[in-house]
């Protein structure tokens, strides 16, 4: 298993664009999140689903954002319009429902808005 | 509310010295606690948890309630644990929270 695949790995877009963010989880886990790391900040949560069902988006930080998980196998983070305070790496990551803490990480998408 | 607190954000030692990246947690309910490491250019994932009791690569980490901490020590640093470190807790549901992390550099 290649593990949890995002694309892009680098995005440079310009303030004013829309910016989608994929990701691909591990076959069989049904638990994604999205996350955002900044050296200010650390890693926050922006979202995360259980069986393609959103259950918690208290971290997404404004209507700017959106994220869809329409099946097992895909999920988008949306940006738009982007500004350059979203300038940041994004992570995805799955899991096991039951899998309390053990959550498998992509190599993340480094997001520049200029 | 469930808050994690990595109080230093770089931490800087000798190879051969002593470890402890310090963690504090905030949580009314019985937590479990996480270390996660990012190697430069690799993956974060996950070192340790402290149900498992366990030592990875040297390092350990005991939950102390009464403190609410959860410090990850090592006693003698190598060069190759230059890393990040993230903190985590895992409350209600089956999401963590991260504390801001802490970079460690090994010096030779």
């Known amino acids: 298993d290649a593990g949890v695949i995002q694309s892009p790995r680098h995005e440079v877009t310009e303030m004013g664009q829309e910016v989608t963010l994929r990701c691909k989880p591990i076959?069989?886990?049904?638990?994604l999140f999205w996350y955002r790391q900044t050296m200010m900040r650390g890693l926050e949560l922006l979202i995360y689903f259980n069986n393609n069902v959103p259950i918690d988006d208290s971290g997404m930080p404004e209507d700017r954002f959106s994220a869809k998980m329409p099946n097992a196998s895909f999920s988008t983070l949306k940006i738009q319009p982007s500004e350059p305070r979203d300038s940041a790496v994004y992570f995805c990551?799955?899991?096991?429902?039951?899998?309390?803490?053990?959550?498998?990480f992509g190599p993340g998408t480094r997001l520049t808005v200029t | 509310a469930q808050r994690v607190t990595q109080p230093e954000k770089l931490l800087s030692v000798f190879k051969g010295a002593p470890v402890e990246l310090k963690c504090n947690y905030s949580y009314s309910g019985s937590p479990e606690l996480f270390w996660y490491v990012q190697y430069s250019r690799q993956r974060l994932q996950l070192l340790l948890r402290h149900i498992s009791r366990e030592s990875i690569k040297g390092f350990t980490a005991d939950l102390n309630k009464g403190e609410t901490s959860f410090h990850l020590k090592k006693p003698f640093a190598q060069e190759e644990d230059s890393a990040m470190y993230y903190c985590?807790?895992?409350?209600?549901?089956?999401?963590?929270?991260f504390g801001a992390g802490t970079i460690l550099r090994v010096k030779s």
């Open positions: 985590a807790l895992s409350g209600r549901g089956n999401k963590l929270v």
């Open positions: 076959s069989g886990h049904n638990s």
């Open positions: 990551a799955s899991s096991l429902t039951t899998g309390v803490g053990e959550q498998y």
